[in-house]
């Protein structure tokens, strides 16, 4: 563990001041490894949101104002501070959410992307001309900031939604009130100190550390929050919704999954496995986007079932820094406790495991399950652990109604050769995105990236937040 970050206390960044919280109190962050105690940070009250909101709110009107070559030099410079403390960055990704080095240095080089292609947003704040009945009319809309935008972001990934929604929020002229995942906090203070460093001005963004169900509500129901994206649970994601509706505050979701992938007999199983291992085992299957759903046609259950079982049995469960080492511990104790249960569920009501399911400290070793019925919690609810379902199919079409049998539609991915079966499954498949001959899990800063259902609401990405977080205008000059 890192010493002086074991004995740091975060504060909040309000109006371009570290803060501390309102009441003087602070909540330990635990080093989910062995939790211990790794940092210590403000805990945020509802005047301490109000505070940030309003500070935000009154310097939109001036940073709204920014030109589009301030706001993109301000954000390749953040770039350039993140190279810059690069390991500083590494070893809170590794230390305060216990991401192996091989998924912190993924996290960080998607980080830079994030921030670069949000730098490129500057310039596309625009709108466009129509042609008008009225003789001698000019008819055109612009495009336009919305204002204060609430972000709410996880433990899991939290420099990948940080970077993400922060900078398509900042670069299209949006003031930010930032509130993170209780178990990221330290990842975010360093990010805000990059966003100061490298000269936002004062209140454009801000940051309040703290606890979602204690002060997610005086956040996303404020009057002058315009804007609310919020990544989580579904359950969580409903009260937002509910809250959004009440005031008509637009919002994005991006929230659970139990992403399927399908594998079909022509299937290269050479290439399929290292594709599956990753799709569930990376950080231990903590990812919205893991997939935890296999549904293999019956000539290669058999084969793929022993080989994915080979395969996860060697994955790397050693020091996080080592660069082999891909399974991290799991977040929370109560976290722990649903992997937990979800295991002993299955293996009660007759499922079998056929590798894993032992625990290796705050670690779940990589597991695996056959003969999962729909009686079974790890059936349809999602696990966010390294555990999945594998469960042989007679046929495409039972594979495509299977997969579509939840109330998820994040990912999704199918393997075969037959470009027909693929391209019906990608159109078909009742989820937001869909990989052929790919993993469920994967990410790029520009693409329309959300789910439908359970999984959430709207899309996220550079176009995708353009359009999200500005407004339309239409105007009109009789000439």
């Keep these: ?76 410079r953040i770039a350039e501070i993140m190279e810059a403390r690069k390991a500083e960055l590494l070893d809170c990704l590794i230390d305060e959410i216990g991401s192996p080095m091989q998924k912190a240095l993924f996290e960080f ?21 129509f042609p008008s009945d009225v003789p001698g009319k ?33 670069a299209v002229g949006n003031t930010v009130v930032h509130l993170p995942s209780e178990m990221a906090p330290h990842l975010t203070v360093l990010f805000a100190e990059i966003v100061a460093e490298a000269g936002f001005p004062a209140g454009s963004y801000n940051l309040v550390t703290g606890f979602g169900h204690e002060i997610g509500n005086d956040l996303t129901s404020h009057k002058d929050v315009d804007f609310v994206t919020f990544t989580g649970s579904s359950v969580v994601g409903q009260l937002i919704s509910e809250i959004c509706a009440k005031n008509k505050t637009p ?10 992938t399908v594998i079909l007999a022509d299937a290269d199983l050479d290439k399929v496995v290292p594709l599956a291992a990753r799709s569930i085992f990376m950080f231990a299957g903590q990812a919205c986007i893991g997939s935890s759903r296999f549904y293999v046609e019956r000539p290669l259950y058999d084969s793929f079932v022993k080989r994915f079982a080979m395969v996860a049995s060697k994955v790397g469960m050693g020091d996080l820094r080592d660069p082999n080492t891909v399974i991290a511990p799991i977040i929370s104790e109560r976290q722990r406790k649903r992997v ?29 399950l056959t003969g999962v019925t729909e009686d079974m919690t790890v059936c349809k609810s999602e696990t966010f652990g390294p555990v999945a379902s594998i469960y042989p199919i007679d046929s495409y079409e039972e594979g495509l109604a299977k997969a579509n049998d939840s109330e998820y539609g994040l990912s999704s991915a199918i393997f075969t050769k037959d470009i027909d079966k693929a391209f019906h499954f990608a159109r078909n498949i009742g989820a937001g995105m869909c990989h052929i001959n790919g993993a469920t899990i994967h990410d790029e800063a520009h693409v329309p990236f959300g789910g439908n259902g359970e999984s959430g609401v709207g899309r996220e990405g550079t176009d995708a937040d353009l359009e999200a977080m500005t407004e339309l205008k239409w105007i009109t000059v009789q000439l």
């Design 1 to 76: 563990m890192n010493a002086k970050t074991e004995l740091k206390t975060l504060q909040h960044w309000i109006a371009g001041n570290w803060v501390d919280a309102s009441g003087a109190e602070t909540f330990d962050v635990l080093n989910p490894l062995d939790d211990s105690l790794y940092c210590r940070a403000a805990k945020g009250t509802g005047a301490d949101v109000r505070s940030a909101v309003a500070a935000a709110r009154a310097a939109f009107p001036t940073y709204k104002e920014t030109t589009p070559t301030e706001r993109e030099r301000w954000l390749l």
């Design 109 to 129: 080089n998607k980080g830079l992307t994030m921030v670069r292609a949000a730098a490129g947003l500057c310039r596309n704040v625009r709108g466009e001309t």
């Design 138 to 170: 000019f008819s055109m809309s612009i495009r336009a900031p919305l204002g204060v935008v609430a972000v709410i972001t996880p433990f899991n990934v939290p420099l990948i939604k940080t970077t993400r929604l922060v900078a398509n929020a900042l």
């Design 251 to 260: 919002n994005t979701l991006e929230l659970g999954g139990k992403s399927p």
């Design 340 to 368: 937990k249960d979800h295991i002993a569920d299955a293996v009660a009501k007759g499922a079998t495991i056929v590798t894993g399911g032992q625990w290796e400290g705050n670690r779940c070793q990589p597991t695996l």
